[in-house]
């Protein structure tokens, strides 16, 4: 629930808002219970045969009536209280019995005043006959219905946009709480969970808000309305009606606890299914291939059924919130209907000895606070509904802050150290690294790197180089161990200084849904188009964007990049680096899906791009190795050897295992 409140502030920050629903809230609770107050003329005047001026007027008789058949009674027993012993047990009795005769007058009395107060309203303002009357009393339950309504659909709307606002400014805080993560955040908790926080629980939060400045406020206040004026016909009556509140009070705590343990495992089901979901939309063509789509399936639909069940618990305990506040109000109700209709049957103002109403209750009261007792059960179920969406909120809240909330450990430092413009050398200081706790992935890596120079990286899969390279644009950071440029810790720099001196071209080429150009300008926002053009053409893209995209460089290439050749999107991807001109340029295996005669000519573009351009990459191509000033073999997470391609060609012997075997060129 705390998580959900401070969601709630958010809603605070428009307070006119805010302020508008309670105000609305408060204006439909007092027309419900006005309206339902109109049965009370109907039944006492018109049903009698009267209009409201001649009602009132023989109200006031009646009570003027009982007033002197009190005054004769009193006397009576004033005469007798004075003949009794006044320590005699009688005359205790009688004094008790005068004493409730007076309090009865007082009560007449008040009531002649009350009506004497809207009497002359009456007089002059409604009809003298029974049926103009009717007419009246159901214009005005119409009209006031219509009112009710016009500020109901402004409540329901004015709720929305509180609802929408906290939920569009969460989502918006989310979005760039994502980019900032750590990228160890992505792999632990994978993007479907991540997806869902974002979508589905997002959208619980934004209802729980609407619900609880809507529903659970304007329901209470009818509830409250309807409450008031039913004391106001007879509090007693209705304290004797209420016995059953602490039952449903506990009947609603131990719901809202199971519906919230249930809402948090149902929204871990739903990241389970996004995360199947996202895996199979994206490794469709794996699928194909493998011909595993029954596999998938099955995986996906055990998702499923786990998250059927849960919804089924959910279902379940909602379902039984609704006949708790039915069968609660209609306690309520028998209880009201069985004392009430035997008071007012008998006239009586008493119930085994206690005294329920001052006057003995009409027809029309009996009625109206029957009426009363319904109009607070129609906002009790209604509310039924709001325990499960602000338990769903609360959990979905939860989960959507302990994302917000994550402090990034790759982060600016507080006073960041600038790098120089012109900087002498990279180095990686006693580097070790490890994804998960129990596994080095790197360990104990040492390598200088002169600004200029190009290294290539070899080894075999997995043995680290890609983590390596991820460490110098500080993807991830060492667990032990310095990367420095010129004796400054990379740590010690701003990542907006650090990344804007790195390129980086990686094997999956990973691009954005948007269009060439766009794509090519990624690195370099603001480029013109014949700067964009001029990269294009240096990594050999220019001719297929030309020839073979429809819109040429405004052609949209897809989610991911995903309606071009791998090659393409690599060629893309190496334009986007060009234009970038980094200091620092890393390339993963950048050519690797490139075929072998363009790969000439990209080596041609590359060599002098690279010039005087520090270069780190990996590849296996021998053509590719040329590149470089210096290679470094690695194995199972350490630097065994580095030297010259010659020098490594003549003494390692792992060197010669992965880049000089004459297949491995068309590999
Ligand atoms: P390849 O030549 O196949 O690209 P590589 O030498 O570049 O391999 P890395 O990608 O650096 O190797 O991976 C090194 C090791 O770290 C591998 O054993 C891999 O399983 C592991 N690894 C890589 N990424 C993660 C990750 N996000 N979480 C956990 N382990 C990882």
Known sequence: MKQFRRALRLAFRRPGIVAACWATSLLVAVFWATNLLAVWPIVDAVMHGESIPSWLAKEVAEQRATIARLDVESEGLSARLAEADAGAETASELRFELANLRETQEHA?????????????????????PFETLLYVCAFVLVGTIIKNLFRVANLVLVAQLGETVAYELRKAYFAQVLRLDLAEFSDRGRGDLMTRCTSDLGHVGQGVQVLFGQAVREPLKAIACFAMAAWFSWRLLALTVFVLPIAVLGIRWLAKSLKRANRRAMEELSGVFESLTETLGGIRVIRTFGREAGESDRFNQSLRQLYWRRMKIAGYDSLASPMTENLGVAMVVTAAVAGGYLVLNRETDL????????????????????????????????????????????????????????????????????????????????????????????????????????????????????????????????????????????????????????????????????????????????????????????????????????GYDTLVGPGGGRLSGGQRQRLALARAILRDPELLILDEATSQIDVESEQLIHKTLTAFMRGRTTLLITHRPSTLTLADRVVVMDAGRVIDVGTPDELADRCDLFRRLCCQPLRESA
Not at 109 to 129: C, F, G, M, S, Y
Not at 356 to 370: K, V
Not at 496 to 508: F, K, P, T
Request: charged fraction near 20%; aromatic fraction near 6%; include cysteine.
């Open 109 to 129: 009395q008040q009531k002649i005043d009350n009506i004497a107060w809207v009497q002359p309203t009456a007089e002059r303002w409604l009809p003298d006959t």
């Open 352 to 551: 085994f000895g206690v005294k329920i109403s001052d006057t003995a209750l009409t027809h029309g009261q009996m009625t109206a606070f029957f009426a009363m007792l319904a109009g607070m059960g129609d906002p009790a179920r209604r509310l039924s509904g709001v325990f499960g969406a602000i338990q769903r909120a609360s959990v979905s809240a939860e989960r959507v802050y302990a994302v917000l909330d994550r402090r990034p450990a790759i982060a600016d430092p507080p006073s960041p150290t600038p790098l120089p413009t012109e900087w002498k050398a990279l180095r990686f200081e006693g580097l070790s690294f490890q994804y998960t706790p129990d596994r080095l992935t790197l360990e104990d890596v040492s390598l200088e790197v002169k600004a200029g120079e190009t290294i290539a990286l070899v080894g075999p899969n997995g043995c680290g180089k890609s983590t390596l390279l991820s460490l110098p644009p500080r993807l991830y950071d060492p667990s032990e161990g310095v990367v420095s440029i010129d004796g400054i810790d990379l740590r010690d720099v701003s990542l907006d200084d650090l990344r804007g001196r790195i390129g980086v071209v990686s094997q999956q080429a990973q691009l954005m849904n948007l269009s060439v150009a766009d794509n090519i300008a990624f690195g370099r926002p603001g480029a013109t188009h014949d700067e964009i053009v001029m990269a294009a053409q240096q990594a050999h893209a220019h001719r297929f964007i030309t020839e073979r995209l429809a819109a």
